[in-house]
C-alpha cells in the first residue's frame, strides 16, 4: 500500500466546539504503535489488483455478475463481453461493497442503525494543510464534523457529517461552496478551502451502519462493507475489510474443512464487528445527537474524559480489541 502512494500520516488532531485542538501522536499512543495510513482509493484497487494478479489469480475487467447460486458446490454465472459464463467453485467470497448484491443472493437477512446523519465526500487538490496530520473538528450541539486527511502532494480527501434532519444532502458542483462554508463553520481553517480546487465530485449519503449477522452460509461468504459497513465518519472501512481478509484467510488455512472455516471465520467477525458498531453507537449519542439529552451526557463525560482519556476507549485507533461489557460502559458515559 505504501508503494502504491499510501501516506502515513503520524499525528491527528480533534477540536470541539471551534476550540483548541488536542493533538495525538499516533506511533505512541496506539496499540500496534504506527501512523495512520491514508491512500488514494484507486491506486489501492490497481496496487491490490497486481498484486493478486501476481500471485497467481486470474483478474477479469469488465464482467459483471448476474448472481450466485449457493449450495455444495456453488456457482456464479456472469457476462463478459456479451457471452454468459458459469463459474463453478469450493468458496464464492462476495466483496462488493456496501451496496452489496451477494447479500441478497446469498439469502444474508441485512441489519441496519436507524438514520442520523449524511456524510458528504470530495476529493481536493491544493489544499495548505500539514500533510502529516489527520484533522477532524466537531460542534456536537449542531451534530456536524469535519474531516480532513491529506494523501500527499497537496491532495486532500475532505468530509462533512450532518444530521439528516437538514433534510438535503449536499451533491454536485452546485453545493462544493456550500460544503466549504459548513466546514469552516464547523471549526475547519478557511485558507484550507480558499483556493483548493475540486478533484472529484462531491456526494454524501447516509452513514447509517449496515450488517448481517453470521456472514457465511452455504460456501458464500462476506467480507468488507459487504460484511458490514460502519458509519464512515469514523473512518474503519478499509481497516475492517484488510482485517476480514485475514481472518478468513488464517481460518481457510486452519481447516481443512471449509466449511469450519467459514464458521470461524463468521463468528470473530460478528464479535469485533460488534465492538465497532457498539462503541460507534455510543460515540453517536455523545458527540453526533442534538437536543437537551445529548446536552446532559455531554456535560456529564465530557469532563471526565479530559481526566481520564481510557474511558473513552480506542477502538477508532486501536482497533476493536476491547471490552464493551456493562463496565466499561458505565465508564463510557460516566455513569458509576
Known amino acids: 500500500m505504501k508503494a502504491a502512494g499510501g501516506v502515513e500520516v503520524e499525528y491527528g488532531e480533534q477540536s470541539q466546539d471551534r476550540g483548541e485542538p488536542n493533538r495525538r501522536h499516533y506511533p505512541t499512543s496506539t496499540i500496534q504503535e504506527t501512523p495512520r495510513l491514508n491512500i488514494y482509493h484507486p491506486d489501492l484497487q490497481e496496487a491490490l489488483l497486481e498484486a493478486a494478479s501476481g500471485a497467481g489469480a486470474v483478474v477479469r475487467r469488465g464482467t459483471r455478475v448476474q448472481r450466485v447460486e449457493p449450495g455444495d458446490s456453488p456457482k456464479v454465472i456472469a457476462t463478459s463481453n456479451g457471452n454468459e459464463q458459469e463459474f463453478t467453485s469450493r468458496l464464492v467470497v462476495g466483496a462488493d461493497g456496501r451496496f452489496s448484491r451477494t447479500r441478497g443472493w446469498g439469502g444474508f437477512e441485512v441489519q441496519k442503525n436507524p438514520e ?183 456535560a456529564q463525560a465530557m469532563p471526565l474524559w479530559r481526566e481520564d482519556p481510557s474511558r473513552r476507549g480506542d477502538t477508532f485507533a486501536s482497533g476493536p480489541d476491547h471490552p464493551i461489557d456493562e463496565t466499561f460502559r458505565r465508564r463510557f458515559f460516566g455513569e458509576e
Open 116 to 298: 442520523q446523519s449524511f456524510i458528504a465526500g470530495i476529493l481536493f487538490n491544493d489544499m495548505p494543510m500539514p500533510e502529516n496530520t489527520s484533522e477532524s473538528f466537531r460542534v456536537p450541539d449542531q451534530g456536524t464534523t469535519a474531516l480532513l486527511f491529506p494523501l500527499g502532494g497537496g491532495k486532500v480527501r475532505a468530509y462533512l457529517c450532518y444530521p439528516t434532519a437538514r433534510g438535503n444532502q449536499l451533491s454536485g458542483a452546485k453545493d462544493i461552496q456550500r460544503f466549504s462554508e459548513l466546514s469552516v463553520e464547523t471549526g475547519a481553517p478557511a485558507i484550507y478551502y480558499q483556493d483548493a480546487a475540486p478533484a472529484g465530485p462531491l456526494a454524501s449519503f447516509s452513514t447509517a451502519s449496515i450488517w448481517v449477522e453470521s456472514p457465511f452460509k452455504d460456501n458464500v461468504v462476506l467480507v468488507g462493507d459487504a460484511a458490514g459497513a460502519t458509519d464512515p465518519t469514523w473512518g474503519q472501512g478499509l481497516s475492517l475489510t484488510v482485517r476480514d481478509v485475514r481472518v478468513l484467510r488464517d481460518n481457510l488455512l486452519r481447516f481443512e474443512d471449509w466449511n469450519e472455516a467459514g464458521q470461524a471465520y463468521a463468528q470473530e467477525h460478528d464479535k469485533y464487528f460488534n465492538v465497532m458498531n457498539t462503541v460507534q453507537s455510543w460515540i453517536e449519542r455523545l458527540l453526533i445527537m442534538t437536543g437537551s439529552e445529548a446536552e446532559a451526557r455531554r
